[in-house]
């Protein structure tokens, strides 16, 4: 065990042994901004020794996902079936030794999927080059987590191995601004009430990161490890789904029972080709993608070939996709579709679009 390590270890047992109550919170919260620290400072101290050995990722397409799971899961079979990828097959671990790209056509978008190597435990402490395995995940726009049936204890292993390469699966990003200030100490402000967190706490955390003159104001309810991450600034949100796979070697009650620990999970078999389809508009709809068609001047929309972008895009930004030409000499816009009230109504730069939309970009002339 590495000093690091070892730090590490003894502060999670003081952690263990204090009692969490209004008196003590000050004093977890310090202890956890420290273990944060030290993780930190491991993944950069393991980083530093495996330089020229990262896996390089070309991204292509309009999203990427990326499969992980332990050795031997059906990641390579189910990349397969997903896309036109040829990943190597076979029934042993380690099949995998680069990442195999794939691209999966659903929907008109073309979603980039990576099959990385089996993961393993004590990966984001770099064993198994599984550091490098990990940041593909941390780059991606969807984690796509693959079970074995026999053994969906996995998932606690693979979770807590993300979480401290420093993913939040399934979590936004706090709305806290945290403002450092050259005096004054730490003035703490919020617009809800904080049932986590006191100022106490709040300043005895900052402390720990050497902040003692800041403007804090939250806008959410987080909790102390929430609070910690804010302050890291370096953590990635990104949207997870997990699969079980292997799902024709058992029968419903086995499934059944597995959904008493992982309630929301989809059942697939990646070799029978069972629930295949049902997962492709699983990833699309989990990427938020959305379809725009464009409709020249004096033209039918083409409704072939949309223009594919994330849920949320303005009118402007769908530009840029376009041309930059689109973006300098934008005037107005027309659309057709959910996101207005009436057919070819006017809009503005800033209108958001929604799927389906037809869009018509009038420029200066």
């Given at each position: 065990?590495?000093?690091?390590?070892?730090?590490?270890?003894?502060?999670?047992?003081e952690i263990?042994?204090?009692?969490?109550?209004?008196?003590?919170?000050?004093?977890?919260?310090?202890?956890?901004?420290?273990?944060?620290?030290?993780?930190?400072?491991?993944?950069?101290?393991?980083?530093?020794?495996?330089?020229?050995?990262?896996?390089?990722?070309?991204?292509?397409?309009?999203?990427?996902?990326?499969l992980?799971g332990?050795?031997?899961?059906?990641?390579?079979?189910?990349?397969?079936?997903?896309?036109n990828?040829?990943?190597?097959?076979?029934?042993?671990?380690?099949?995998?030794?680069?990442?195999?790209?794939g691209?999966m056509?659903?929907?008109?978008?073309?979603?980039?999927?990576?099959?990385?190597?089996?993961?393993?435990?004590?990966?984001?402490?770099?064993?198994?080059?599984?550091?490098?395995?990990?940041?593909?995940?941390?780059?991606?726009?969807l984690?796509?987590?693959?079970?074995d049936?026999?053994?969906?204890?996995?998932?606690?292993?693979?979770?807590?191995?993300?979480?401290?390469?420093?993913?939040?699966?399934?979590?936004?990003?706090?709305d806290?601004?945290?403002?450092?200030?050259?005096k004054?100490?730490?003035?703490v402000s919020?617009?809800?009430?904080?049932?986590?967190?006191?100022?106490?706490?709040?300043?005895?955390?900052?402390n720990?990161?050497?902040?003692?003159n800041?403007?804090?104001?939250?806008?959410?309810?987080?909790?102390?490890?929430?609070?910690?991450?804010?302050?890291?600034g370096?953590?990635?949100y990104?949207?997870?789904i997990?699969l079980?796979?292997?799902?024709?070697?058992?029968?419903?009650?086995?499934?059944?029972?597995?959904?008493?620990?992982?309630?929301?999970f989809?059942p697939?078999?990646?070799?029978?080709?069972?629930n295949?389809?049902?997962?492709?508009?699983?990833?699309?709809?989990?990427?938020?993608?959305?379809?725009?068609?464009?409709?020249?001047?004096?033209?039918?929309?083409?409704?072939?070939?949309?223009l594919?972008?994330?849920?949320?895009?303005?009118?402007?930004?769908?530009?840029?996709?376009l041309?930059?030409?689109f973006?300098?000499?934008?005037?107005?816009?027309?659309?057709?579709?959910?996101?207005?009230?009436?057919?070819?109504q006017?809009?503005?730069?800033?209108?958001?679009?929604?799927?389906?939309?037809?869009?018509?970009?009038?420029?200066?002339k």
């Amino acid at each position: 065990m590495s000093d690091i390590e070892q730090k590490i270890k003894d502060i999670e047992d003081e952690i263990q042994k204090t009692q969490y109550n209004k008196a003590t919170s000050h004093h977890i919260g310090k202890l956890k901004a420290k273990i944060a620290r030290l993780k930190e400072e491991q993944i950069k101290r393991n980083s530093s020794g495996t330089k020229g050995q990262g896996f390089y990722v070309k991204k292509s397409g309009d999203a990427t996902a990326v499969l992980v799971g332990f050795p031997s899961v059906g990641k390579s079979t189910l990349l397969n079936e997903l896309t036109n990828a040829e990943s190597k097959v076979g029934a042993y671990q380690f099949t995998t030794l680069d990442i195999i790209p794939g691209i999966m056509e659903y929907n008109n978008a073309q979603i980039q999927i990576f099959d990385v190597p089996g993961i393993i435990t004590g990966a984001s402490g770099g064993k198994g080059r599984g550091k490098e395995i990990l940041a593909v995940a941390r780059d991606a726009d969807l984690i796509i987590v693959v079970l074995d049936v026999l053994n969906p204890q996995h998932l606690n292993v693979i979770l807590k191995e993300i979480h401290d390469i420093g993913v939040r699966p399934n979590q936004t990003k706090p709305d806290v601004r945290v403002k450092k200030t050259g005096k004054g100490g730490v003035k703490v402000s919020s617009t809800i009430p904080l049932s986590n967190l006191d100022e106490v706490t709040i300043r005895s955390v900052l402390n720990e990161y050497g902040i003692h003159n800041a403007s804090v104001l939250f806008r959410e309810d987080i909790t102390i490890d929430q609070f910690i991450d804010v302050l890291d600034g370096n953590k990635s949100y990104v949207p997870m789904i997990i699969l079980v796979n292997k799902t024709d070697l058992v029968d419903e009650n086995y499934l059944n029972e597995i959904k008493k620990t992982i309630p929301d999970f989809i059942p697939i078999s990646a070799d029978k080709k069972q629930n295949m389809d049902y997962l492709r508009e699983t990833i699309f709809n989990q990427l938020g993608l959305i379809r725009i068609y464009l409709k020249p001047q004096g033209k039918q929309a083409d409704m072939e070939d949309p223009l594919i972008i994330k849920s949320g895009t303005t009118v402007i930004e769908a530009c840029g996709k376009l041309h930059r030409e689109f973006v300098k000499n934008f005037r107005h816009a027309k659309i057709w579709g959910d996101s207005v009230k009436f057919p070819g109504q006017k809009v503005g730069p800033d209108h958001v679009l929604q799927d389906e939309d037809v869009l018509r970009v009038i420029l200066k002339k």
